[in-house]
């Protein structure tokens, strides 16, 4: 199989980065952003600015019985997933390839349960510092997509597959040997950075440099690692430095998603990272009282929107 279509749903920082890279560099009918009227209407009037270019994506509505892609992405906000599942349905055909790109490590089994987990390849995205205000994307650091089957130490045809696609168009990627030890990674990574950013209101500087918000951001991320030791995963220490060293590359000036969901006034995913080390935290008789903290100051702070 090879990939010559894909679709992308969510418009978000990730969407409008994918979006971009794969119109530069693919005939514009071969890429598809799912839309709603009202939103495929906003974003014909607006447009989409990245990096202070207009794109004009080819919008297709979810409605519009397309021929099936090749390749999928979801990068939505976790409580928009459902509905991006019924938009992206006439999207997907029997050897559709779906990534997701969400935080957290429960999306690919929800996305599975409709379209089918023989689809689904896992997926994080990483190294991005990218900021939206509006309909305008800024970023410095593209960052990669980390994607594969579970286990990778031999590559399936629909890792190959993908990987040769993403080749031919210079997109950066790395197929991760434990892809589950590589999300849980990465959700340790977004439960300290996102909610410690938020809280503080600052930035990725305010937790690149010594002080109380990088302990309280550390503190967070150790709690993670030891429901992951429960969970059979088993973070530890070298994943701790390895993900703090991607942090240290991010444009200081930069702000994780959640910060930037609290300066526009939106519902974060507070749920999505406390929530969940909290609920886990109560599984495993482990406690996680940092990500209590958080957690009851994120909600407390969206109460005074």
């Known amino acids: 199989m090879t990939i010559k279509t894909v679709s992308i749903i969510g418009?978000?920082?990730?969407?409008?980065?994918?979006?971009?890279?794969f119109s530069d560099n693919l005939p514009k009918n071969s890429v598809r952003v799912i839309a709603n009227q009202n939103r495929m209407l906003k974003y014909e009037k607006n447009g989409i600015y990245c990096n202070g270019e207009?794109?004009?994506?080819?919008?297709?509505?979810?409605?519009?019985?397309?021929?099936?892609?090749?390749?999928?992405?979801?990068?939505?906000?976790?409580?928009?997933l459902q509905q991006a599942i019924e938009d992206a349905?006439?999207?997907?055909?029997?050897?559709?390839?779906?990534?997701?790109?969400?935080?957290?490590?429960s999306s690919e089994e929800i996305i599975g349960k409709t379209f089918g987990m023989e689809k689904i390849l896992y997926c994080v995205a990483q190294g991005m510092d990218a900021v939206?205000?509006?309909?305008?994307?800024?970023?410095?650091?593209?960052?990669?997509?980390?994607?594969?089957e579970k286990e990778n130490t031999i590559w399936s045809e629909k890792v190959t597959t993908?990987?040769?696609?993403?080749?031919?168009?210079?997109?950066?990627?790395?197929?991760?040997?434990?892809?589950?030890?590589?999300?849980?990674?990465?959700f340790m990574l977004n439960t300290g950075v996102n909610q410690t950013v938020a809280v503080?209101?600052?930035?990725?500087g305010g937790i690149q440099v010594?002080?109380?918000p990088r302990k309280v951001m550390i503190a967070a991320m150790r709690e993670v690692i030891a429901l992951s030791r429960k969970a059979g995963i088993n973070l530890g220490e070298s994943d701790l430095t390895y993900w703090l060293n991607v942090l240290a590359k991010l444009n200081p000036l930069g702000l994780p998603s959640m910060r930037q969901d609290m300066a526009a006034k939106r519902n974060t995913e507070v749920g999505l990272f406390s929530g969940t080390v909290i609920a886990l935290g109560r599984q495993y008789t482990i406690p996680t009282p940092i990500n209590e903290w958080l957690y009851q100051k994120v909600q407390e702070m969206e109460k005074d929107y």
């Open 11 to 21: 418009l978000g920082a990730l969407g409008i980065m994918f979006a971009k890279h």
């Open 54 to 80: 207009r794109y004009n994506f080819n919008y297709v509505l979810p409605e519009s019985e397309e021929k099936p892609v090749d390749l999928l992405i979801f990068c939505v906000k976790f409580n928009q």
């Open 89 to 105: 349905r006439y999207q997907v055909g029997e050897h559709t390839i779906i990534l997701s790109a969400l935080n957290g490590i």
């Open 132 to 148: 939206k205000i509006e309909n305008k994307l800024t970023y410095k650091n593209m960052g990669m997509i980390c994607f594969g």
């Open 162 to 186: 993908v990987a040769k696609f993403f080749n031919n168009i210079d997109f950066p990627y790395e197929v991760a040997k434990d892809m589950n030890h590589r999300l849980w990674g990465k």
């Open 200 to 204: 503080f209101s600052t930035n990725y």
């Open 210 to 212: 010594e002080g109380e």
